[in-house]
């Protein structure tokens, strides 16, 4: 059974950064992608990032363009997700994801971990 487990969050004042972790119970590599999907209270869940494993391309949501990076190490089964100038909409619980076919939605989450941007 594939599990994902995040670590990372916490409290960060506005402008600061953190830097997430997945980590899978299989190899990385064996997934079609890995993505990152946050959701504020009283929100649904969107996107935040994703990374297709083969061709290593990724795609950003416009909110996080040029603030948040993700990235992979595959000799460790994790994948990253480096938040940086943290703004306080960007509180929410994060969520790892990942899929084994590009047709297929995203099927495995991870149990979230809880980010909060305030002063």
């Known amino acids: 059974q594939v599990q994902l487990a995040e670590s990372g969050g916490g409290l960060v004042q506005p402008g600061g950064s953190l830097r997430l972790s997945c980590t899978t119970s299989?190899?990385?590599?064996?997934?079609?992608?890995m993505g990152w999907f946050r959701q504020a209270p009283g929100k649904e869940r969107e996107f935040v990032a994703g990374i297709v494993q083969g061709a290593g391309s990724i795609k950003y949501a416009d909110s996080v363009q040029g603030r948040f990076s993700i990235s992979r190490e595959l000799n460790k089964n994790t994948v990253y997700l480096q938040m940086n100038t943290l703004k306080p909409e960007d509180t929410a619980v994060y969520y790892c994801?990942?899929?084994?076919?590009?047709?297929?939605?995203?099927?495995?989450w991870g149990q979230g971990t809880q980010v909060t941007v305030s002063s």
């Open positions: 994801a990942a899929k084994r076919a590009k047709i297929e939605d995203f099927g495995y």
């Open positions: 299989g190899r990385t590599c064996n997934f079609y992608a």
